[in-house]
T-cell receptor
């Protein structure tokens, strides 16, 4: 089945120790998104790639970086995690054409714990 | 003021009840309105979407948009324990960037 796969599902790290989360998709979608979701809060968009174009949200901290080496893979790097970065990180994809509704397909998420 | 407001709940109802979930918004330019369902420890999945005003029905689910009141609703008829999840509304002006509500946690008691 075509889908969005995130790894790892659960990540525990120490304060300040870098973390990389990965996302792969078999949907051949042209847009990939990284969201941060904390308990009882709306998902917060960190970055998205529209084809090869990288778009960084204005309020995304510099501590967060992203890479998209090819159309199928995307990585989220947290250079020095703080306690406030503990959250669920959601990867999503969509095939945006400007004509049909932009429907996002999400992965199952990576839950990050910072000790 | 947040662009999209959604009561976080939890909303607890008995099985078989009609459920009403709601969001209010402030940006009158929003045209695309969506409801996503998120089960525990999973990513959100699209449930329904509507464009502009009006109603849309899909099985036990009905989505309503009232642009004059800046208010959207999701109704669930004959609610089942498997409907227990968090329901997130999302909306967009351009059909590209989505603005999300915080989600309402729904619990259906058997």
């Amino acid at each position: 089945d075509a889908m969005v796969i995130q790894n790892p599902r659960y990540q525990v790290t120490q304060f300040g120790k870098p973390v990389t989360l990965s996302c792969s998709q078999t949907l051949n979608h042209n847009v990939m998104y990284w969201y941060q979701q904390k308990s009882s809060q709306a998902p917060k968009l960190l970055f998205h790639y529209y084809d090869k174009d990288f778009n960084n949200e204005a309020d995304t901290p510099d501590n967060f970086q992203s890479r998209r080496p090819n159309t199928s893979f995307c990585f989220l790097d947290i250079r020095s995690p703080g306690l406030g970065d503990a959250a669920m990180y959601l990867c999503a994809t969509s095939r945006f054409s400007g004509r049909a509704v932009n429907v996002l397909t999400f992965g199952a998420g990576s839950r990050l714990t910072v000790l | 003021q947040k662009e999209v407001e959604q009561d976080p709940g939890p909303l607890s109802v008995p099985e078989g009840a009609i459920v009403s979930l709601n969001c209010t918004y402030s940006n009158s330019a929003f045209q695309y309105f969506m409801w996503y369902r998120q089960y525990s420890r999973k990513g959100p999945e699209l449930l329904m979407y509507t464009y502009s005003s009006g109603n849309k029905e899909d099985g036990r689910f009905t989505a309503q948009v009232d642009k004059s009141s800046k208010y959207i609703s999701l109704f669930i008829r004959d609610s089942q324990p498997s409907d227990s999840a968090t329901y997130l509304c999302a909306m967009s002006q351009s059909n590209y960037q989505l603005i999300w509500g915080a989600g309402t946690k729904l619990i259906i008691k058997p």
